[in-house]
């Protein structure tokens, strides 16, 4: 299960850090990513985060956004930076393997 937190409306230039809960597996094993989505157009992959630590992004978010993790408490982060108008979208999170998804998150980046 997930459980998105902490999208809303943000200027472009403008930062938002989302949260997912994650529960139901080892998430200390788990290899988790954030994805997004339009209405209308497929899902995005946009990073991934290994348990060792290990990250990728796709290019359109490279040095602006950085994914993070409290295996403590099974929490995924995304901080995002330097947001533009093409950054809107609903944000999901999910294990890597996982057919489930959460509820998602919106992020609007607009005047």
């Known amino acids: 299960q997930y459980v998105e937190s902490g999208g809303g409306l943000v200027q472009p230039g403008g930062s938002l850090r989302l949260s997912c809960a994650a529960s139901?597996?080892?998430?200390?094993?788990?290899?988790m990513t954030w994805h997004r989505q339009v209405p209308g157009e497929a899902r995005e992959w946009v990073a991934t985060m290994f348990p060792g630590g290990a990250t990728f992004y796709t290019d359109s978010v490279k040095d602006r956004f950085t994914i993070s993790r409290d295996d403590d408490n099974g929490t995924l982060y995304l901080q995002m930076n330097s947001l533009k108008p093409g950054d809107t979208a609903g944000y999901y999170c999910?294990?890597?393997?996982?057919?489930?998804w959460g509820q998602g998150n919106q992020v609007t980046v607009s005047l």
């Open positions: 999910q294990g890597a393997g996982s057919t489930a």
């Open positions: 139901g597996f080892s998430f200390t094993e788990a290899i």
